[in-house]
T-cell receptor
Framework: AQSVAQPEDQVNVAEGNPLTVKCTYS??????LFWYVQYPNRGLQFLLK??????LVKGSYGFEAEFNKSQTSFHLKKPSALVSDSALYFC?????????FGSGTQLTVLP | ETGVTQTPRHLVMGMTNKKSLKCEQH?????MYWYKQSAKKPLELMFV???????ENNSVPSRFSPECPNSSHLFLHLHTLQPEDSALYLC?????????????FGPGTRLTVT
């Protein structure tokens, strides 16, 4: 069975500081991993994906994610957080024709 | 905008009502999805329509009935709902060829059952 886990329900970071939102995965075969963001009263927006290739994946809004096979992790990162980055973040993995989502991490960037 | 629209954006209905949620995608995708998002719970996949085949989560009650008349339109028919069905209902679409299955989401319908 394919699954992802987001160990933190809530992450707080000061504006201008680097941020990390954690995700670990458990998949058989090659993992296909995704990050989505959800702003209040909106649907999920695609940020980035890892299919194969470079372990550092760059996405929208200055976000990047690092794929680490030995640690089965796919953490989302940004060098300098903005207050507007405050949102709910979801990690997901592809299984069959579907995506399996993590439980979400609420990121709050404090001014 | 993601190219996926949902109407209505907000819906309040009584437990004896019948209503329908509508989703339309303008991306040329061949798969569409309904998700339920409740507070403090993981996203729950309810139904998938892919290449005209329907896949459903067996835990979804029969009071939710999907309809997919073509690859661009998806409906969720609601009848005799319960208060615990109050949630944000999200529609998504994707292209199932290749290896990506990247999904694009609509803004959701906020449903309140009274």
């Amino acid at each position: 069975a394919q699954s992802v886990a987001q160990p933190e329900d809530q992450v707080n970071v000061a504006e201008g500081n680097p941020l990390t939102v954690k995700c670990t995965y458990s998949v058989s075969g090659n993992p296909y991993l995704f990050w989505y963001v959800q702003y209040p009263n909106r649907g999920l927006q695609f940020l980035l994906k890892y299919i194969t290739g470079d372990n550092l994946v760059k996405g929208s809004y200055g976000f990047e994610a690092e794929f680490n096979k030995s640690q089965t992790s796919f953490h989302l990162k940004k060098p300098s957080a903005l207050v507007s980055d405050s949102a709910l973040y979801f990690c997901a993995s592809r299984s069959a024709r579907q995506l399996t989502f993590g439980s979400g991490t609420q990121l709050t960037v404090l001014p | 905008e993601t190219g996926v629209t949902q109407t209505p954006r907000h819906l309040v209905m009584g437990m004896t009502n019948k209503k329908s949620l509508k989703c339309e995608q303008h991306l040329g995708h061949n798969a569409m999805y309904w998700y339920k998002q409740s507070a403090k719970k993981p996203l729950e996949l309810m139904f998938v329509y892919s290449l005209e085949e329907r896949v459903e989560n067996n835990s979804v009650p029969s009071r939710f009935s999907p309809e997919c008349p073509n690859s661009s339109h998806l409906f969720l028919h609601l009848h005799t709902l319960q208060p615990e069905d109050s949630a944000l209902y999200l529609c998504a679409s994707s292209q199932t060829s290749g290896n990506y299955y990247e999904q694009y989401f609509g803004p959701g319908t906020r449903l309140t059952v009274t």
